[in-house]
């Protein structure tokens, strides 16, 4: 539906453009400076190396949402169990999903992300460090890092997994989930964690260029559903109802 033109919504986008520029000049800013504290990731291998990434990717983001306006709240935490390991999918709506959601999992983590993101300068590198890496072009990429995602499961991380794959450009609360991650629980028999994240949209929609607008932003953990005893079709399509009925509940708050 096309927004209608009145004063307000003028004003509205003349701002949330001039947010992004500074948005994107105060990302530039403490990427250049927290890079220095990234340097440990040369060396250090995992877990260690996510437990590092996590903390200080923790730290730079608390600074920079707040720096921009989008402070983060996070509810369900307790869903996190001590002794075993999760993983964790989210809905994906926006590129502000991705700073949102790796640095404040509970735990050190690992995401799986496509390998073209690491030629950005700079940034590519703390991509990488916190990624396990695919080319989707590749099938020997992707059973790569299929086998790469059990590795990190065996070691003792948490991996993150947006099953709808690209952003969630429709009206709905969910696109249809891709199969990995339900795959991927039912063979390493690791219990499913779904997180749901909210505002993110709204702060950068997917469909609108140099558009930024501060709003609180949240992540909701959900409790854990066990991988045992079910198909990984049947995982995932009771994955998608809990997600989809809980945003759809709470999306209003």
Known sequence: MQ?????????KNIFAR????????LFIVTLVIVIFFYAP????EDPAKARWHRAVSRVWMII???????????????????????????????????????????????TIAKKSFTKTPIFGWIYA?????????SDASRRKSYDEMKRMLNIGLDMVIYPEGTRNRTTDPLKKFYDGAFRLATDTQRPILPAVLFHTKKVLPANKFMYLLPHTLEMHFLPAVESTDISSEALKEKIFRLMWDYYSAHDHQ
């Open 3 to 11: 927004e209608k033109i009145t004063p307000e919504s003028i004003f």
């Open 18 to 25: 001039i947010w992004a520029v500074w948005a994107l000049v």
């Open 41 to 44: 990731c040369f060396f250090l």
């Open 64 to 110: 920079y949402l707040n720096l921009i306006a989008c402070p983060l709240r996070i509810r369900g935490e307790e869903n996190f169990k001590d002794g075993t390991n999760y993983i964790v999918v989210c809905n994906h709506n926006s590129l502000m999903d991705v700073p949102v959601s790796t640095p404040f999992m509970p735990r050190a983590n690992k």
């Open 129 to 137: 460090f916190g990624s396990v890496l695919v080319d989707r072009n």
